[in-house]
């Protein structure tokens, strides 16, 4: 479903992605995992063409983002862009609510003004979406109520809210006190139960290895290893065994 093929990046003379190649199946669950700065968050930004890339092969189902043509990148037109990127939501560590809108403005935002959903369609589905993550009664909240755990579970149900056919996470639950990371964990795992699309940049190694149908390891900018959550969990590859063990403290 999504295809991405020896994607290269680089920032000035820094080379942060070094011919990075994952293909995600639909219904699949994808765990990013790697030391901080190897290029997990640029990868997932390239995939959502929040970043530009500058070698390699970006596909969504049957779009095209940008391919080599005769040794040079092109990007697709505008339309396909939007096509591409409408069908997939984005998760922050650092949730990106607007602030001076309530939850449920949060959540109706883009349907109405991107999808053009009437509202009440759109007010009926965010509903439905905040209850799916235990925040039904925090509707006309504001951001600024919310604990971190809630500030995170309302960006996931506004993302969900654009009815994307694949979400990518980066690291969703870095920025939360412990006894909050397990439930937006638990939403997470709900999403996945019910067979969403997941790229899932974390160090949660607990949730990469029960959750995940496969785990990438990045290390300065290319895959280590890559496999089931069982196999580069049990890897005797002496950098993954090493991450491994420290990530897992
Ligand atoms: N916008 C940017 N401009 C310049 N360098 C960047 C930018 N974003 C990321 N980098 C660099 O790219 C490398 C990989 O960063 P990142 O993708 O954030 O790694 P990770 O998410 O694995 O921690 C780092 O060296 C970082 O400093
Ligand atoms: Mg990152």
Redesign the pocket.
Known sequence: MLNAENVRKR?AA?E?LRGISLNVEKGEVVSLI?P????????LRCLNRLETIDEGTITLDDDVMCEMRGGALHYADSKTLRRITLKMGMVFQSFNLFPHMTVLRNLTDAPVAVRRLPRSQAEEKARMLLAKVGLADKADSYPHQLSGGQSQRVAIARALCMDPEIMCFDEPTSALDPELTQEVLNVMQDLAKEKMTMVV?THEMRFARNVSDRVVL?ENGGIVEEGTAEQVFTSQNPRTRQFIGEAQG
């Open positions: 920032f820094n942060v790697g901080s700065g190897s290029g997990k968050s640029t990868f940049v990045i």
